[in-house]
């Protein structure tokens, strides 16, 4: 596993990392928890993505518990956590990035996991109801207090992420130094056009996140919806349609033959391909089982196979069936 | 109940909110209030406006006490105080906002209310033998400490808002966000005209008071002044001239047609009447016993009601007797 | 007693104020001390001064005792403290502004004072070996960390003051408010000339200090030393010289002629003459005795009397011997 | 001893000071370092160097355990740390200036130290893998935390000092003040041309390390390399081909009597001469028994008799065979 700098900043993550969206609190107690981060952590994982929703704050807790549990030391491993949706009731918790509401979701975000700071905050969704410089302060302060080390944007459009940091460059605040946007092989245009701009004016870092594109890159829908697999469960139907789309699907099968030719799966290919962009500074995978984070895991020895003509051959076939 | 943002602000309210002028500590007790507030909660209400001279330090008192006993999440709701008359005889502490007075004043309520901090803090009136750049130090540093979340100023002449505005620009300190002005049928110039240019420049908000010109919006005192009302009230007399104007109660008796058309009391009108002001963040009502609290609430019912038809009869009644 | 601003700052300071110099530690102990501050309290002054080199520390841990005794509202009185001259040995503790000392001293006079902060802190003589940003950060960090709530220096050379005013400014930290120079009748120059365009510039206050000159224009030294005088004390004879000059003793003759006629002493003379300039935000007098403290405070009545008349009387009998 | 201002700024330290390098911990448990640091404290020295990274955090816990025994008043003496290299393995706390290793190394080193604060804190080396505003911020960040006083950098090239001073001052925040380079007869190009233009621009103050050339000018290894010596150390052996240079310790060979004529060793007129250069504000030496301390001290003595002539002899001496 290669490590790589978070955009400009001199922060270090394993170019794949661990997240636990979907999965943990839902699926996933905390003995599951911690020993898919023990798989991941022996594989040279050293970041664990969080946010406050996921699970509506039972995935914190089972990572602070398993966290707890591994006793690895503090400095070693990098957590995140994101806030905008808010898990108690009101106007002010919901869909906000209003000072009132970071303040508080970033004490409860430490609580649950047991610690004095995450290494990353995201702003999980852009706010068009708080001006960029309340929130700007709100982050600030998150850091200049020594509740968490970086501040960060999640799926935020290119324009709100250059005012942000336009805001903190004025008025010498902290500015932020990551996003995390949706990135794979069927959503590839913002990550790869709307964002450019700001690679190169700002150094922003990228973690990038559904590198399977829930699944679907995995080749388990080529053949309709198994049993037991996200597109099975009700909560998750909205991915229904997306899951089971029949040009993607053989578009699936013919990477598979790619991935073959590469000694790995279709999935690992996937999850390589993310990490080949040298923009992308890691690619959270997710996985329920260990075995399962080890076999992502193993998409690492891909990424340097990806040569030109890998690359050929995979955009030929995505190319047509990339949504955006 | 319609929630806004105060000013341009991300901070949400209650476009009608609660208030304990005249009310705690002097009439009302803890159990009181604490009925009044899970009135005003009921309804909609998230906002709870306070200060340090409201029965000189018991308002405070009796409104950490009943929120205490109410035990909402604290993100939940927004709780004010203001500083400027003090409650400790001497230089430093009456009819100031210097450094010493600020400093002091903050932790003084915040023991009171037995609170971590209050969301708004407003400076209660200008002072002009204190530098505004001393108060807006001063401000900031409460919310540089975390005892508040976002300040501002309450009767202070919009050259001095914008005084300290742009001193807290030039320095890069927390700025105010929103004014506490009094504005009612009979008492609108300043909001309307004076604050006019404040809106467009930093987006001010308002958290208006008074919407009931002390009672006299009621029609309360169109026969006189009733045993039992504020008029009656011997602390409270200053206000007898203004509350028995003759021309004024006439003109509170032909809104009281125009009541009864919308479905509503005069009283209703007069709150809902603030509120259809865009620029109004929140109006603060207050009340001695909970079912006034829920008689006042129904007034968000009538804002929606106050189409231009309506407003012009409002005005044609009341604009001869508007005293600024 | 009435009450100034310090300089344009909002701080109120009783226009005769109480200091500790020479006096408290040496001569006096807690219970002197406590009875010299009650007298002073009890004639309306607010402002008691103080300073580390002050007896070795032992002026503070007096002044602290005393204070904890008289159990006044901290919000009610104004304390300082002086740094500069150090009381350990060593060559960043000694004639320093260094960050090292100034960090370090702060911590030593708050636990002496048994406070949580001072109201004032000043840089107690200038250091030509630390450049002045170097003090202006550890100054502002005091009031950012809450232990002093104004700084300003004691004895600087106006050029010196500009130069900390000026890079406070610069970079947008707490500048300095006040002085505290020597002025009386016989050591004019610096105050009235020297300092002038501070005050048209920067507001910048005064609290001065030996408005008698050590005791000269007490009219004492007239006729010889007197046993149990300050010019008697062993190590005080460095003033002995100055004391003891034939021509200004001959004019605190003629001055006590205008004080009789004015109805009051010629030390009371004096002290109204120090705050008959409005420059002056308050006079820092001394006394070991509580009667003492009383008979200076009648002072205070003296000041209205000082019209052009009488000034033009004191002038023309101090002028010749004023020093500088 | 005399003392000199670190640079610019206002802290003194000892012209001659005394470093743990390559000595605590690994051949120096707390009673040696305790019993040389007191022969070093009885020559006048201030300051006690140290590094994180000097025998893996083992070098901070015994000067803290000395220092603890040794019960000196806190602002009597300066103590310092560096960060870079790290002690706990991984990506982000290995070779890095990151914010994440510095903020929890500041951390570490105090508990190691047994400190609320350190004086100086130190970038030990250039990280190019972070950017420089990452690395100002968190120096800041412990000065304003109060876990440092002033900060600097070691074996930074001219260009990367002026990047962090010019980031500093644009952002205003606190600038470095010093570097601590090597520095020595056969190792002079750095301090005396690269980083001129620093002195004159930023008045960067040096703390100097290796007077000795790691013991080559104390003459030892011109007859072989003696049992016992550092060049005989294993992991000391990379030093081994300099050590034994023939032409460099020939050059020692002459400069005995240089030493001899002066009344000094060769060792004390090495450390001198380094503390002759008035931009070199303290030299940091090393010993591993109290009476080489004392030996090594009496350097202090020579300072003053290296006299222009003594300066021609050594520099004809030694310049043929200066490296750099």
Same mark, same amino acid.
């Given at each position: 596993?290669d490590?790589r700098?978070?955009?400009?900043?001199?922060?270090?993550?394993?170019?794949?990392?661990?997240?636990?969206?979907?999965? &943990?609190?839902? /699926?996933? @107690?905390?003995?599951?928890?911690?020993?898919? *981060?023990?798989?991941?952590?022996?594989?040279?994982?050293?970041?664990?993505?969080n946010?406050?929703?996921?699970?509506?704050?039972?995935?914190?807790?089972?990572?602070?518990?398993?966290? %707890?549990?591994?006793?690895?030391?503090?400095?070693?491993?990098?957590?995140?956590?994101?806030?905008?949706?808010?898990?108690?009731?009101?106007?002010?918790?919901? =869909?906000?990035?209003n000072?009132? &509401?970071?303040?508080?979701?970033?004490?409860?975000?430490?609580?649950?996991? /047991?610690? @004095?700071?995450?290494?990353?905050?995201?702003?999980?969704?852009?706010?068009?109801?708080t001006?960029? @410089?309340?929130?700007?302060?709100?982050?600030?302060? *998150?850091?200049?207090?020594?509740?968490?080390?970086?501040?960060?944007?999640?799926?935020w459009?290119?324009?709100?992420?250059?005012?942000?940091?336009?805001?903190?460059?004025?008025?010498?605040?902290?500015?932020?130094?990551?996003?995390?946007?949706?990135?794979?092989?069927?959503?590839?245009?913002?990550?790869? /056009?709307?964002? !450019?701009?700001? &690679?190169?004016?700002?150094?922003?870092?990228?973690?990038?996140?559904?590198?399977? !594109?829930?699944?679907?890159?995995?080749?388990?829908?080529?053949?309709?919806?198994?049993?037991?697999?996200?597109?099975?469960?009700?909560?998750? %139907?909205?991915?229904?349609?997306?899951?089971? @789309?029949?040009?993607? =699907?053989?578009?699936?099968? %013919?990477?598979?033959?790619?991935?073959k030719?590469?000694?790995?799966?279709v !999935?690992q290919?996937a999850?390589?391909?993310?990490?080949?962009?040298? /923009?992308?500074?890691?690619?959270?995978?997710?996985?329920?089982?260990?075995?399962?984070?080890?076999?992502?895991?193993?998409? !690492?020895?891909?990424?340097?196979?990806?040569?030109?003509?890998?690359?050929?051959?995979?955009?030929?076939i995505?190319?047509?069936?990339?949504?955006?």
């Amino acid at each position: 596993m290669d490590y790589r700098r978070l955009g400009r900043s001199g922060l270090k993550v394993s170019e794949l990392s661990f997240g636990s969206w979907v999965t &943990y609190g839902n /699926q996933m @107690d905390t003995k599951a928890a911690r020993e898919c *981060m023990a798989a991941a952590w022996d594989a040279g994982v050293n970041f664990f993505d969080n946010a406050e929703i996921y699970a509506n704050g039972k995935s914190e807790e089972i990572m602070g518990a398993a966290l %707890k549990e591994l006793a690895w030391p503090r400095v070693k491993y990098v957590v995140s956590t994101k806030f905008f949706w808010g898990i108690t009731e009101g106007p002010n918790t919901k =869909n906000t990035l209003n000072r009132k &509401y970071l303040m508080d979701a970033i004490d409860g975000s430490l609580k649950r996991l /047991q610690m @004095d700071y995450v290494d990353l905050v995201y702003c999980h969704r852009p706010d068009p109801n708080t001006p960029v @410089d309340e929130t700007v302060w709100a982050m600030h302060d *998150m850091i200049e207090r020594g509740k968490a080390l970086y501040w960060g944007t999640s799926e935020w459009d290119a324009k709100s992420i250059r005012a942000a940091y336009e805001f903190a460059e004025k008025y010498r605040l902290r500015a932020p130094v990551m996003e995390q946007p949706e990135y794979n092989l069927l959503h590839r245009k913002r990550v790869e /056009q709307e964002y !450019a701009p700001l &690679y190169k004016d700002f150094g922003l870092g990228l973690t990038t996140w559904s590198p399977l !594109a829930s699944g679907l890159l995995t080749g388990k829908y080529r053949n309709g919806v198994p049993a037991g697999s996200r597109g099975a469960l009700e909560r998750m %139907k909205f991915l229904l349609p997306q899951l089971t @789309d029949k040009a993607a =699907n053989e578009a699936v099968g %013919k990477l598979e033959a790619v991935a073959k030719d590469l000694g790995g799966s279709v !999935a690992q290919l996937a999850i390589a391909w993310c990490a080949r962009n040298s /923009q992308v500074s890691t690619v959270i995978t997710g996985a329920s089982r260990p075995e399962q984070v080890t076999e992502n895991m193993k998409a !690492a020895a891909l990424i340097p196979k990806l040569d030109a003509a890998a690359m050929k051959r995979i955009e030929d076939i995505t190319r047509p069936v990339s949504a955006a």
